[in-house]
């Protein structure tokens, strides 16, 4: 299978001033898809600009044809499943059927105290994401859902006509634990993953890889307890949270032999950080172009 290379643009940008600018050359560029990150701010960022993903995404779709748009990721932190099928379904129409939900359980960031919450534990993440996933896969395909929950519920909600693409968007379920790969094998199109973060400051590109494949193992497992093919599923990579960091994107030759060890590992979807200069993200754009323009090739 070839392996699809994708990206991410963070919404630092205003539309009318390089925003939609970038997501117009993504399409250029051939990406698969480009994604952007649903907080409402995020981490060294926070007390700059940072744009709403869904508003975002609906201004790219008009902006693009062919393109694939898409979150990494939305999480219960801030979203509540009603609102969120709605939203999403107005996307997906938009769109003309290009949309993805990366979805995941969130974090200890911003988001998960800015509505005045405390911050959840990762046991209660993941008790919210275990409820959140089934009710919104509901909302996206049935036009009428009542549902009561521990912590959402539905009266009567009303999606008519649905997703264009049936029986609705692809969600993309980020996970790395026990609880999170399940929701994945029984709920996802694909499957997200960033390595582990225990190896981030410290590890290896060894250890990150044994990690990784230590991951794609338990997903196997996770599929095959839910009596499905593994290969069903889309296995992503989001790029920038591994020992190596930028590294892979110093050149051509550096990215394909970093995306090409990961293929054969069982990714099928590379995703990339759009260069932001001054950041954790900055890259030479240039080459950035060259690796979208020439890398995948090599790789399919």
Not at 89 to 113: E, K, P
Not at 241 to 262: C, I, K, M, Q, Y
């Amino acid at each position: 299978m070839s392996l699809r290379l994708s990206t991410v643009i963070l919404p630092v940008d205003r539309w009318h001033d390089g925003g939609r600018a970038k997501w117009r050359r993504a399409e250029e560029l051939g990406f698969h898809t480009a994604y952007t990150y649903d907080h409402l701010s995020w981490r060294s960022f926070r007390d700059g600009p940072w744009f709403g993903a869904l508003p975002t995404l609906t201004a790219a779709a008009t902006a693009t044809e062919r393109l694939r748009l898409g979150t990494l990721v939305t999480s219960p932190n801030f979203r509540h499943p009603v609102t969120l099928a709605k939203e999403l379904i107005s996307l997906d129409d938009v769109s003309g059927g290009r949309v993805t939900l990366g979805i995941g359980a969130g974090g200890n960031g911003f988001d998960a105290t800015a509505l005045g919450q405390e911050p959840w534990t990762p046991r209660e993440r993941a008790d919210r994401l275990a409820e959140f996933v089934p009710l919104l896969d509901r909302l996206l395909t049935e036009d009428a859902v009542s549902e009561r929950g521990t912590f959402y519920s539905a009266e009567e909600a009303r999606n008519i006509p649905g997703c264009v693409q049936r029986p609705r968007l692809p969600f993309a379920v980020a996970a790395t634990g026990p609880r999170g790969l399940r929701l994945a094998a029984r709920y996802g199109q694909a499957w997200v993953t960033t390595g582990d973060p225990k190896l981030f400051e410290a590890g290896t590109p060894a250890q990150s890889d044994a990690a990784l494949r230590g991951q794609v193992a338990k997903l196997g497992v996770a599929c095959e307890e839910a009596g499905r093919d593994v290969a069903e599923l889309e296995k992503t990579l989001l790029t920038g949270f591994t020992p190596e960091r930028a590294r892979p994107l110093d050149s051509v030759d550096a990215f394909v032999e970093f995306a090409g060890r990961h293929q054969e590992m069982g990714f099928t979807e590379i995703v990339v950080h759009w260069p932001i200069a001054d950041s954790d993200f900055a890259a030479d754009q240039g080459v950035f172009e060259r690796i979208a323009t020439e890398a995948a090739g090599q790789l399919s």
